[in-house]
């Protein structure tokens, strides 16, 4: 069984909300990653967690807050987003012994920020 | 630094063609290559894998080889159908430097029946 879940499919805030992002995988993997993709691009890499803890920022905006609760969790907090952050944002896990393992990918939650 | 790069889409088929998706790439070490696969409105699907040269991942019906002579890892289909029609990433991971997964831009097929 290769499935990472995310939660919600869809989700649309405005620019004043607050809302979060869930990812959920039951490999025993134990490194998970947050990607933002914009369309006909490829996906972004923003956040790696390794062992529960936070391995690599890439320079991600602090308006998205990750935390990872427990290895099989992954959430993604939004707060005062704007629009161009309109986006899918995808979830994948790694086995986590090597960040060269291959990486599974969640369906997405397709973000729209108004 | 390590870069892919896939030829440029979009690719249109028929139902039934063959199919070969171009891609090269720029890297230090050995990297580990994908192909990933995007269907419509859906995440990335692994497709394939290859972590050593001259292996061939296949899956599906789609086949690629890991050529490090020619540092290209091309997607080929015998007789591609219409659920095929998606977008087809191409990606690698090198050992050393950042590690983080490098894509290609991507490459959409549509196949007509």
């Known amino acids: 069984d290769t499935e990472v879940t995310q939660t919600p499919k869809h989700l649309v805030m405005g620019m004043t909300n607050k809302k979060s992002l869930k990812c959920e995988q039951h490999?025993?993997?134990?490194?998970m990653y947050w990607y933002k993709q914009k369309a006909k691009k490829p996906p972004e890499l923003m956040f790696v967690y390794s062992y529960e803890k936070l391995s690599i920022n890439e320079s991600v905006p602090s308006r998205f807050s990750p935390e990872c609760p427990n290895s099989s969790l992954l959430n993604l907090h939004l707060h005062a987003l704007q629009p161009e952050d309109s986006a899918l944002y995808l979830c994948?896990?790694?086995?986590?012994?090597?960040?060269?393992?291959?990486?599974?990918f969640g369906p997405g939650t397709r973000l729209t920020v108004l | 630094g390590n870069s892919v790069t896939q030829m440029e889409g979009p690719v249109t088929l028929s139902e039934e063609a063959f199919l070969t998706i171009n891609c090269t790439y720029t890297a230090t070490g050995y990297p580990s290559l994908f192909w990933y696969v995007q269907y419509p409105g859906e995440g990335l699907q692994l497709l394939l894998k290859a972590t050593k040269a001259d292996d061939k991942g296949s899956n599906k019906g789609f086949e690629a080889t890991y050529r490090k002579e020619t540092t290209s890892f091309h997607l080929e289909k015998g007789s591609v159908q219409v659920s095929d029609s998606a977008v087809y990433f191409c990606a690698l991971v090198a050992q050393g430097g950042s590690e983080k997964l490098v894509f290609g831009k991507g490459t959409k097929l549509t196949v007509n029946p």
């Open positions: 490999m025993g993997h134990r490194a």
């Open positions: 994948a896990s790694s086995r986590g012994d090597r960040l060269t393992d291959t990486q599974y």
